[in-house]
């Protein structure tokens, strides 16, 4: 299987929003509890590539699987070399290796733009995350209890961090 990476363009919103609304209606990896719109997805990427942080996306055989992106951690100015991460596979492509390529491409054009550290914030029952993340050298560095609700029940973040820079 060829895996194809590339900057995201607007006719890729779709595809995206597939995996996004997926996650959002049947898992804890987002915590939202409503489906977005398109509109919606194309604002928030629009608002993201504004601010020169990249948006890419994984292709196989033309066909989007997954995407990747960072923006800001915080809004305060000090945080300014600190970024958060996401990256998303379509569940048809799970285990192949995609979210492993998109995320080490993130983490290059982070060092590109000089930025200091990269943050994860995963659900604590998202454990394949916890796993995908230390083994792209990601540190677990703290547990936020009871910062979500859904589904009817509280949820932890796991905060998770990789530094940039030597």
Known sequence: MSVTLRPYNSSDCKAILDIINYNIIHTTNIYEYEPRNLEEQLSIFEEKLAKSFPIIVAEVNQKVVGFGYYSEFRLRIAYQFTVEHSVYVSKDY???????????????????????????????????????????GFEMIGTIKQSGYKFDRWLNSILMQLFLKP
């Open 94 to 136: 799970h285990k192949k290796g995609i979210g492993k390529l998109l995320l080490a491409e993130l983490i290059t054009l982070a060092k590109k733009q000089n930025l200091n550290t990269m943050i994860a914030v995963i659900d604590s029952e998202n454990q394949n995350s916890v796993s995908f993340h230390k083994n792209s």
